[in-house]
């Protein structure tokens, strides 16, 4: 009974690169949030997916970030171009619905910008 | 806006000592309350939940919160700690039926054995 995976647990980028981060929820969760933790900081909520659709993205910046969760696979986290400021520690969590439950956290994909 | 305040960003304490780290929040309807605990190199794991009835809540390892509706305060306690507790603690509040959560700044403990 695997947990939340997300991949990769490291990723490096030079500047003007895209990074793609994949989430594979945990099996019968249909619900999936993307949370950024930069240094000293707690982590900020970014956009919220059910399956083939975003319920919210009111943390997303405007520009470069994107996400999917398409119908089949995992969800994606794409950056385009990114910049130093990108660097942080990215969680994927997972839930089986939006109401009270919990959400269960992957271990985080650290990106680093050069 | 919701928000979420832990009043400790770093803690140290010897082992068996008491331990209470505070959270207050903002946000005036029903809210689902949290901790959760983020080992080094590990992923966040769930320490304890609040969701309804009895205010003082119980958790893995040791560890309760107090929900004190008139104060906006969820502090989490555990009356001996050990080296193992070392750690960053967060608080993180879900208001309404929004599935997403409010995280706190964070505080990290560190136990000296």
């Known amino acids: 009974n695997a947990g939340v995976m997300q991949n990769p647990r490291h990723l490096v980028r030079r500047r003007g690169q895209e990074a793609r981060l994949r989430c594979s929820p945990m099996k019968g969760h249909s619900h999936v949030y993307w949370y950024r933790q930069l240094p000293e900081e707690g982590l900020k909520f970014m956009v919220y997916l059910q399956k083939e659709n975003i319920i919210d993205e009111s943390g997303m910046p405007k520009e470069r970030f994107s996400a999917e969760f398409p119908k089949e696979g995992p969800s994606i986290l794409r950056i385009q171009q990114v910049v130093r400021g990108d660097s942080a520690a990215y969680f994927c969590?997972?839930?089986?619905?939006?109401?009270?439950?919990?959400?269960?956290f992957g271990q985080g994909t650290r990106l680093t910008v050069v | 806006a919701q928000s979420v305040s832990q009043h400790n960003h770093h803690v140290i304490l010897s082992e068996a000592a008491s331990l209470e780290l505070g959270c207050n929040y903002s946000y005036g309807g029903t809210v689902n309350l949290f901790w959760y605990v983020q080992y080094p190199g590990q992923h966040l794991q769930l320490l304890l939940k609040?969701?309804?009835?009895?205010?003082l809540v119980k958790g893995i390892k040791g560890f309760e919160a107090e929900f004190i509706k008139s104060k906006f305060s969820f502090n989490l306690r555990k009356p001996s700690v050990q080296w193992s507790d070392t750690a960053e603690y967060f608080c993180a509040v879900r208001a309404g039926n929004t599935g997403k959560l409010i995280f706190g700044q964070g505080t990290t403990l560190q136990v000296k054995p």
């Open positions: 969590a997972s839930s089986p619905a939006a109401g009270i439950t919990e959400a269960f």
């Open positions: 609040y969701f309804s009835g009895d205010p």
